[in-house]
């Protein structure tokens, strides 16, 4: 064979290894269905009615789907390369009115480990204060209201979803997630004791919606918790008009 043949031969056997290599990647990485449910044609769930998010309700260390529907909230339990089959683990946080009557537009459903076990549990910003299902592993126990505040009504605080952040952050380290509200007059506080929540304290005086506490406003400026200095306790950092602030407990 000439040197010629032999290089022409090489170069077709490079290429027909870079093919193969490349299927393989391709093969490995297809996208796969984990689960027939909660989606559009798969269990009828909608966007503009239910929430549908990724957290670790049963401690194993990995992430399974929690969907609200309409006459509860369902849990698929992730093995790891699969979810189970949704299992409806509280009658409640859901559309129906015997379901609690919750609504997109007006009620904050989320997750996060407001006890420290290690399993995320439900947290519901309600009408009347902010409710509260703990995860037992299996399932989520009958919703307790934990403070009577962060809520739409206007003895739970005013606070509504189209003005006010809510969310859950560990801020003081002990393992249990909070309540951070950037309410009107600057960012509220309530503490996790594991039982319930404390009652709302003001934190600090910005990062709020009045003009006294930042004028940050829901349609401009992202307010959000991370560990930005690795102390174990969760900072606020404001994605504001002149740059990104952080405040550091």
Same mark, same amino acid.
């Given at each position: 064979?000439?040197?010629?043949?032999?290089?022409?031969?090489?170069?077709?056997g *490079?290429?027909?290894?870079?093919?193969?290599?490349?299927?393989?990647?391709?093969?490995?990485n297809?996208?796969q269905?984990?689960?027939p449910n909660f989606g559009?044609?798969?269990? $009828?769930?909608?966007v503009s009615q239910?929430?549908?998010t990724?957290?670790?309700?049963?401690?194993?260390?990995?992430d399974? @789907?929690v969907?609200f529907?309409?006459?509860g909230?369902f849990?698929?339990?992730?093995t790891? %390369?699969?979810? &189970?089959?949704?299992?409806?683990?509280?009658?409640?946080f859901?559309?129906?009115?015997?379901?609690?009557?919750?609504?997109?537009?007006q009620? *904050?459903? &989320?997750?996060?480990?407001?006890?420290?076990d290690?399993k995320?549990d439900?947290?519901?910003?309600?009408?009347?204060?902010?409710f509260?299902?703990? %995860?037992?592993g $299996?399932?989520?126990? %009958?919703?307790?209201?934990?403070v009577?505040n962060?809520?739409?009504?206007?003895?739970?605080? %005013?606070?509504?979803?189209d003005?006010? @952040?809510r969310?859950?952050?560990d801020v003081?380290?002990d393992?249990?997630d909070?309540?951070v509200?950037?309410g009107?007059?600057?960012t509220? *506080?309530?503490?996790?004791?594991?039982?319930?929540?404390v $009652?709302p304290?003001?934190?600090?005086?910005?990062?709020?919606?009045?003009?006294?506490?930042?004028?940050?406003n829901?349609d401009?400026?992202?307010r959000?918790?991370?560990?930005?200095?690795g102390?174990?306790?969760?900072?606020?950092v404001?994605f504001?008009?002149?740059?990104v602030?952080?405040?550091?407990?």
């Open positions: 064979m000439s040197a010629l043949s032999q290089n022409i031969f090489m170069k077709l *490079i290429v027909s290894s870079l093919i193969l290599s490349s299927s393989n990647a391709v093969a490995a297809q996208i269905v984990w689960t559009y044609e798969a269990g $009828s769930w909608r239910h929430i549908r990724l957290a670790d309700v049963n401690g194993d260390g990995k399974d @789907i969907g529907g309409n006459s909230t849990v698929s339990l992730s790891g %390369s699969g979810f &189970t089959s949704p299992q409806k683990w509280v009658n409640d859901g559309r129906n009115e015997d379901a609690g009557s919750w609504n997109l537009d009620h *904050i459903r &989320t997750l996060a480990d407001v006890n420290g290690g995320d439900i947290v519901g910003f309600g009408n009347s204060g902010t509260v299902s703990l %995860s037992t $299996s399932r989520f126990t %009958s919703p307790q209201k934990w009577n962060f809520g739409r009504n206007e003895d739970a605080g %005013s606070w509504n979803l003005q006010h @952040i969310t859950l952050a003081n380290g393992g249990k909070d309540i509200g950037f009107n007059a600057g509220f *506080i309530s503490l996790s004791t594991g039982t319930e929540f $009652s304290q003001m934190w600090i005086n910005n990062f709020g919606r009045n003009e006294d506490a930042g004028s940050w829901l401009r400026h992202i959000t918790l991370a560990d930005v200095n102390d174990g306790k969760d900072d606020i404001g504001g008009n002149a740059g602030f952080v405040t550091t407990r």
